[in-house]
């Protein structure tokens, strides 16, 4: 799990002089900017920790500018942390400066260089130079990552408590993270799964286990029932994360039925283009109808 290895490096104190961190999730590069920030003590970040964004809404000063600010000498002489976000808008005329800086890196600040997505070829030398991170988490390691960032937050999770978790929420990492948050607040010390029940279910009378099991029993008239009730409460592409994350569970149970988790998952390949092309209900509604029809 790639942003373990971060973890451990932020517990090392970052010994390294540039990172580059890279990852499709932008919440876990926003994690790990925290991270690298939290290295600071809290009443010295004003003046030891700088933080820009390439892709900012407001002004970006110029590259030369950032430059400057990672070659300064910190206040009293303190560690530096310096952040780049969206390193892949860097223009290609400020590569330079960058590829020169990571050859001769301030002994005096850490650069974390984030970036969103894969990174182009422009970067690979770049890559070369700093100590090169992959942050996302694949799917059958997001039960270790729960366990772990659980841990980080004071408390045990049941492998139960993990499956209902990721049943639920599906495989949104900002999603569950903001789930764990909640559980933090219970202030227990070993989380089951009926500790978090109503925290995650909430109100509603159904979950998305009541809607796969119902597409599997191919009730038509729950399935609806049961999404629109969904639909009231949660984003489609949250409820299309976690039927994925069911179907992805049940192939691997149910090694007879190839042909058909082959149709299964390019029809939600398909439901997943849509939702992000159009939005709206109807690429949900319209996955189920399929699915109901296999």
Do not use: C
């Not at 800086?101 to 894969?118: C, E, F, K, M, W």
């Not at 366990?147 to 139960?160: D, P, S, V």
């Amino acid at each position: 799990m790639s942003i373990k290895h971060f973890i451990q490096e932020i517990e090392k104190g970052l010994k390294a002089r540039v990172y580059f961190l890279y990852a499709e999730d932008p919440y876990l590069l926003k994690e790990a900017s925290i991270m690298a920030e939290g290295i600071v003590p809290e009443g010295e970040r004003d003046f030891s920790v700088n933080l820009f964004d390439l892709d900012g809404i407001d002004d970006v000063p110029p590259f030369e500018q950032i430059m400057d600010a990672v070659n300064t000498i910190p206040f009293m002489g303190q560690q530096k942390v310096v952040i780049i976000e969206n390193i892949q808008e860097l223009a290609k005329k400020d590569m330079e400066h960058l590829e020169r800086y990571t050859a001769n890196p301030s002994p005096y600040s850490i650069l974390i260089l984030l970036h969103r997505g894969s990174p182009k070829a422009q970067f690979k030398e770049l890559m070369k130079k700093a100590k090169a991170t992959p942050l996302d988490v694949r799917p059958q390691e997001l039960p270790l990552w729960i366990k772990e960032k659980a841990l980080r937050k004071g408390f045990e999770i049941t492998n139960e408590a993990v499956e209902y978790l990721l049943g639920i929420i599906g495989p949104d990492i900002g999603l569950l993270s903001s789930e764990l948050e909640k559980v933090t607040l219970m202030g227990k010390s070993r989380i089951d799964t009926v500790d978090i029940m109503d925290i995650v279910r909430g109100s509603n009378d159904y979950d998305v286990f009541d809607l796969v099991n119902a597409l599997r029993d191919r009730d038509t008239q729950k399935v609806f029932k049961v999404a629109k009730t969904l639909q009231e409460t949660q984003e489609s592409y949250g409820l299309l994360g976690a039927i994925n994350w069911h179907y992805s569970r049940m192939s691997f149970r149910d090694k007879g039925r190839t042909a058909y988790y082959d149709k299964v998952f390019e029809l939600l390949n398909e439901a997943d283009v849509r939702i992000k092309t159009s939005g709206g209900t109807f690429p949900l509604e319209y996955l189920l109808v399929r699915l109901l029809r296999i």
